[in-house]
């Protein structure tokens, strides 16, 4: 500055600049950004969470819909008897009409003729859903997790910095951006067809596997890529050989790292329809996965899923009172399962990065 | 004046002679010998044509301005440039106690059990005080209990950190102070025994407390181990060293008795470098 | 690289320069007052001596300055070692000169001994090998430094020869004796002088090569042999 001020100004009074002015606009525009997205979030998860907690949820002891989480889809009959309106599960439905049937025989009166409206899916529960669910993301994460860290280590430990290395990342970067139908297209060619596996656990397991793969290795990588090398130069120095130098003083350190992107992995396997539609899905079952002869079979049946339920019961039933609780209800559900999970691994992971810090 | 600081053949008898050649036969003998050694990364030539005898049991300092090859060097000693992709022995030759390093026959994992080694950043493992003393030896499968804490405590005492850590051993050795840090690296290195202590600019992140520690503390390692270090400090190189080699690019210029090296250099360059009017 | 505090050492240097000129003109001066018996001569060299004793302490001062700030090494740690070194011979050639002055103004008042012949040599051979020294600092010669080494012996010899010369007077003529002892102790003066050139002779080489040629034996059989 060179032209002097007078004692008493102060020289660093605000003035009304351009910058100034703009500065002012622009954060309030990324605020605006933020709460519009937070607003659209926030209502997505209040809707869900209000219709679905009407199904989930009830008033009397024990608070929960057990029947809900414990119970297969059945299909709901909705019918008036005797003056009343009457709803009732299928199998529910079958015996009414079966003692009904009994009753007017033994009576001998012709069997009432019981007009029902019928809607697919909309009684029972969604056990089988959740157990498939948990069967797919549990057998898909371990095909993962043990290729993808194997592959990332690879990458990143020992591959020399090739063209062919580069090409490897570039196509599994590529990977990453596949749609998903593709990777379910590509399953169904691949596992059900080609090694005639049908729709089953194992189909579904590696094509949603090949889905997440990418994102595991890529973030594998980055998380080992994070491990100061001045662990892996300590190491060296002391004798130790390549692979006592990562299985001691590398992944330990990158697990966090890791877990952190399974469990993107986690809520992208367990959210993902496409992939498992031709692959492993079943519209309904009418048997648990363990229910098998022999326990090899388990593997090569399909399973009924959560993601695909919500498809199912969204998508291909009518719309109204009576079908809209299964679809919330099984929405929430999914969230929450979801959201379960990926808590479970924040604090594995927070545990984790907690012991081994630097 | 020592048989082995040859490098430059001085122009007449230098008077002063470095202290300690009176110690044991072994001491002050040729350890490691340099011969024509040209090293490259990639097709960049790294190293040109290096003789260079470094005694056993003394502190050989390795000095020169940044990219002039010491690390280079200092990390060839160890084969830690075998980790870089593309790096080689293009000419010459290593022989430490006459056996070529880059040999056929020799193992870099065998070899740096013999050639410890202490980097710029300390990088205390993020384990326990008392695993990163044992590291060493657990990954060679030592498991005797016994035998891991005497090695703990022999090796804090030899780096004079026993008497600050003893109470805390099993504490993260991250919790340690910067200097402290470093002392535990030296530790660690020590454990395994090896011959020689390679040091990377071991001071350079220190504060000048810690730094006196570690001179110290190379000052009594030298009784037991041959040290070279790598230093951008001139004092240290001229403290903590009995001979000096001086590095620029890619080439020794001199080597000789440190006092030589800082009191009449015989060249210019040197004579420029270390009195901070190099460039 | 020139470095900011590089024309610390330059005045460091111009210092010791111009002490060593004023050294040898004090020297130069005394005898001249000697000889000539020009006491006002005398009095000059005794009163400028001052000015020597003011360089030594700004080179001493100067180069303890310079070591604990600058951290010399090498060439630079060297001449400042020397220039302390060196400036403490040259206080103490001064000293001598003036010594020599104040004797010269007392023998004014009496009538010569004898002609002055052997005193004007060697002070004039301390005075070359003062100048020889000085003139090493200036180009680094070791040779002509070794030289000036050598030359000692010249002067010893004069001195020897002289203090026996005097010690007949003074046996032989007792009146003699407050003169002859003068002369002596101007001859040991001269001779001193000659020593401090060569002091500043073998810094001179110390400081160009590092290397402590003091008390070598083969030098001095050599100057015998010279």
Redesign the interface.
């Given at each position: 500055m060179s032209s002097p001020l007078p004692d008493s100004a102060n020289p660093f009074a605000p003035r009304p600049t351009p910058a100034r002015r703009l500065e002012g606009a622009v954060s309030w525009i990324f605020r605006i950004a933020t709460y519009f997205v937070l607003a659209c979030g926030l209502s997505i998860f209040a809707t869900i969470f209000w219709k679905g907690s009407a199904t989930v949820f009830r008033a009397e002891f024990p608070f929960v819909n057990t029947a809900f989480f414990t119970q297969a889809p059945e299909t709901l009959y909705v019918f008036e008897w005797q003056g009343e309106k009457r709803e009732m599960g299928d199998k529910e439905f079958r015996v009414f009409r079966e003692a009904e049937a009994a009753k007017a025989a033994a009576e001998g009166r012709p069997a009432p003729v019981i007009r029902a409206d019928s809607y697919a899916h909309s009684a029972g529960g969604i056990f089988p859903n959740v157990v498939g669910t948990v069967l797919l993301v549990v057998g898909s994460m371990t095909i993962a997790l043990t290729l993808g860290v194997c592959a990332a280590i690879y990458l990143s430990e020992y591959a020399?910095?090739t063209a062919a290395v580069r090409l490897i990342r570039l196509a599994i970067l590529n990977l990453a951006g596949v749609p998903s139908i593709v990777f379910g297209l590509f399953g169904f060619g691949m596992f059900v067809i080609f090694f005639d596996w049908n729709v089953s656990l194992l189909a579904g397991w590696f094509t949603l596997a090949f889905m997440v793969l990418p994102v595991i290795i890529t973030a594998s990588e980055e998380s080992l890529k994070a491990v100061?090398k001045?662990?892996?130069?300590?190491?060296?120095?002391?004798?130790?050989?390549k692979w006592?130098t990562i299985r001691?003083?590398v992944l330990p350190?990158a697990l966090p790292g890791i877990l952190t992107s399974s469990i993107l992995g986690i809520a992208r396997v367990a959210g993902e329809t496409a992939p498992i539609m031709f692959t492993a899905a079943f519209v309904i079952s009418d048997r648990l996965p363990w229910q098998v002869e022999k326990f090899s079979d388990m593997f090569f049946q399909g399973v009924m899923a959560l993601p695909y339920h919500i498809y199912v019961v969204s998508s291909k039933i009518p719309q109204n009172e009576y079908t809209e609780r299964m679809q919330y209800g099984t929405a929430f559900v999914f969230l929450f399962t979801v959201g379960l999970i990926a808590l479970t691994s924040i604090l594995l992971r927070n545990k984790l990065r907690g012991r081994?810090?630097? | 004046m020592d048989s082995t600081a040859t490098a430059s053949v001085p122009r007449s008898r230098p008077l002063a002679t470095p202290p300690a050649s009176s110690a044991g036969a072994e001491r002050g003998a040729t350890l490691i010998d340099i011969k024509d050694l040209d090293f490259y990364y990639g097709a960049k030539q790294a190293l040109f044509d290096i003789n260079l005898q470094i005694p056993d049991k003394r502190v050989t300092a390795f000095i020169g301005p940044s990219g002039c090859g010491k690390s280079t060097l200092l990390r060839c000693l160890n084969r830690m440039n075998d980790l870089i992709d593309g790096t080689s022995v293009k000419r010459g030759a290593i022989k430490i106690r006459n056996v070529d390093i880059y040999g056929r026959d020799v193992d870099p994992i065998e070899l740096r059990k013999r050639v410890g080694m202490v980097f710029q950043k300390s990088n205390p493992f993020p384990k326990s005080i008392y695993e990163n003393i044992t590291y060493g030896l657990r990954i060679q499968g030592v498991k005797n209990k016994t035998r891991l804490d005497e090695v703990v405590e022999k090796s804090l005492r030899g780096a004079a950190l026993w008497d600050e850590v003893k109470d805390r051993l099993h504490e993260s050795g991250l919790g340690l102070s910067g200097g402290q840090q470093q002392r535990l690296c030296i530790a660690r290195t020590i454990a395994v025994e090896p011959e020689v202590i390679l040091m990377d600019e071991p001071c350079s992140a220190l504060d000048p407390i810690a730094t006196a520690k570690v001179e110290e503390l190379i000052h009594e390692l030298k009784k037991q181990f041959t040290i070279i270090i790598v230093t951008h400090s001139m004092q240290q190189a001229a403290r903590c060293s009995d001979q000096t080699a001086f590095f620029y690019m890619g080439k020794l210029i001199e080597f000789d008795a440190t006092h030589n090296i800082f009191m009449n250099p015989k060249n210019p360059q040197t004579e420029a470098y270390v009195s901070g009017r190099f460039g | 690289m020139k470095r900011f505090f590089d024309a610390e050492l330059e005045t460091f240097r111009s210092d010791l320069l111009r002490m060593g000129e004023v050294a040898v003109r004090q020297v130069r001066d005394a005898l001249q007052a000697l000889v000539t018996g020009d006491i006002k001569l005398a009095e000059q060299v005794i009163a400028a001596d001052d000015e020597l004793d003011e360089l030594e302490k700004r080179i001493d001062t100067e180069a303890i300055r310079y070591m604990n700030l600058r951290s010399p090494i090498a060439t630079e740690l060297r001449l400042v070692i020397v220039g302390m070194k060196a400036s403490h011979d040259l206080e103490r050639v001064g000293d001598e000169a003036t010594s020599i002055a104040k004797r010269a103004i007392r023998l004014a008042a009496e009538p010569p001994l004898k002609p002055y012949v052997d005193i004007p040599r060697m002070t004039n051979t301390a005075i070359e090998m003062l100048c020889a020294a000085l003139d090493c600092f200036i180009h680094a010669d070791n040779e002509k430094a070794i030289a000036v080494v050598k030359r000692d012996k010249e002067v010893d010899a004069i001195n020897k020869q002289l203090y026996r010369e005097l010690s007949s007077y003074m046996v032989e003529q007792p009146g003699t004796i407050t003169r002859a002892l003068e002369l002596m102790f101007i001859s040991k003066s001269v001779e001193r002088i000659a020593d401090h050139a060569t002091n500043i002779a073998e810094e001179m080489v110390f400081l160009s090569d590092a290397q402590d040629i003091r008390h070598d034996e083969a030098l001095k059989k050599a100057g015998k042999a010279g």
């Open positions: 020399r910095d100061p001045g662990f892996r130069e300590g190491s060296l120095a002391l004798g130790a050989t006592q001691k003083n350190y081994y810090k630097w | - | -």
